[in-house]
Nanobody
Framework: QVQLVESGGGLVQPGGSLRLSCAVSGSFFKIYTMGWYRQAPGKQREYVAIITSGGSTNYADSVKGRFTISRDNAKNTVYLQMNSLKPEDTAVYYC??????????????WGQGTQVTVSS
């Protein structure tokens, strides 16, 4: 059973920073691309950033230059450093990972989400 557990969300003032973490646990063979998505109230879930197993990154235009995605393969953990936060960044942030399990299947797994609220 593979689990993704996010942490690090909270309430922050505009212009502030937060760092999200997502740790993968359970029985798996390999973690490929990892990423972050978010869903604001009344809106569809949207892409934020991804990082490949080799460290290549890609960002949504809305967060480019403000957010940084990174990963620690030894800890099976992906991070999202969020700087210069804006009220429109308020959302539930979800971690996603493309994982091959020990039984050979491969697919996308989601965390439970962590709330980020940007407000004065």
């Amino acid at each position: 059973q593979v689990q993704l557990v996010e942490s690090g969300g909270g309430l922050v003032q505009p212009g502030g920073s937060l760092r999200l973490s997502c740790a993968v646990s359970g029985s798996f063979f390999k973690i490929y691309t990892m990423g972050w998505y978010r869903q604001a109230p009344g809106k569809q879930r949207e892409y934020v950033a991804i990082i490949t197993s080799g460290g290549s990154t890609n960002y949504a235009d809305s967060v480019k230059g403000r957010f940084t995605i990174s990963r620690d393969n030894a800890k099976n953990t992906v991070y999202l450093q969020m700087n210069s936060l804006k009220p429109e960044d308020t959302a539930v942030y979800y971690c996603n990972a493309d994982i091959r399990t020990v039984v050979g299947s491969r697919g996308g797994y989601w965390g439970q989400g962590t709330q980020v609220t940007v407000s004065s």
